[in-house]
């Protein structure tokens, strides 16, 4: 069966230090893998896609950037943390069919 | 962009009453889908119903669809306690390769016992 990790569940850093944050999945190749962030009461706003190894679609301006190093993992990261990038991150998989699968989030306060 | 919205925005009823969620949004959709999500948890899928469909059954959970009216419903029968959590449509749409899933602010479901 398929499972999707994120680490860290939780994390609280300074403003204008370095964000780096971690998915994997396992029980599947080739998966289109995702980044949303979600606002405290709000629904999902998807961040970045890919459909492979390297491949990175960004669906909004912002100041955080994605890679994905190996087919099962997808890096979210940032250089210098703003205020604004508090949230609940998700990261989500999917294969053949159109339901995506989402890892157990990890919440990020910025101070 | 926010494609999908959610009413009520939340709802809190009795333990074997019925929920209905409602999800409006506004262009063509290849399929519509719905989530739960726990406190503080990810998004767990619940149903996709394809745009030439109307309605679909998975337990005590029941999706319609009318794309005449681009709106979809779902419907929890004999709620519990544990249904607790808020509920989001997702529209997808084929972008770039893939099915692209806009969601909204949810439907936050508070059922007592």
């Known amino acids: 069966s398929q499972t999707i990790h994120q680490w860290p569940a939780t994390l609280v850093q300074p403003v204008g230090s370095p964000l780096s944050l971690e998915c994997t999945v396992e029980?599947?190749?080739?998966?289109?893998l995702y980044w949303y962030r979600q606002a405290a009461g709000r629904g999902l706003q998807l961040l970045f896609y890919s459909v492979g190894i390297g491949q990175i679609s960004s669906e909004v301006p912002q100041n955080l950037s994605a890679s994905r190093p190996q087919d099962r993992q997808f890096i979210l990261s940032s250089k210098k943390l703003l205020l604004s990038d508090s949230g609940f991150y998700l990261c989500a998989w999917s294969g053949g069919k159109n339901e995506q699968f989402f890892g157990p989030g990890t919440r990020l306060t910025v101070l | 962009s926010q494609q999908g919205e959610e009413d009520p925005q939340a709802l809190s009823i009795q333990e074997g009453e019925n929920a209905t969620m409602n999800c409006s949004y506004k262009t063509s959709i290849n399929n519509l889908q719905w989530y739960r999500q726990n406190s503080g948890r990810g998004l767990v899928h619940l149903i996709l119903i394809r745009s030439n469909e109307r309605e679909k059954h998975s337990g005590r959970l029941r999706v319609t669809l009318d794309t005449s009216k681009k709106s979809s419903s779902l419907l929890i029968t004999a709620s519990r306690a544990a249904d607790t959590a808020s509920y989001f449509c997702a529209t997808g749409e084929l972008s770039g390769g893939y099915n692209k899933l806009i969601f909204g602010a949810g439907t936050r479901l508070a059922v007592h016992p």
């Open positions: 029980g599947t190749s080739n998966p289109n």
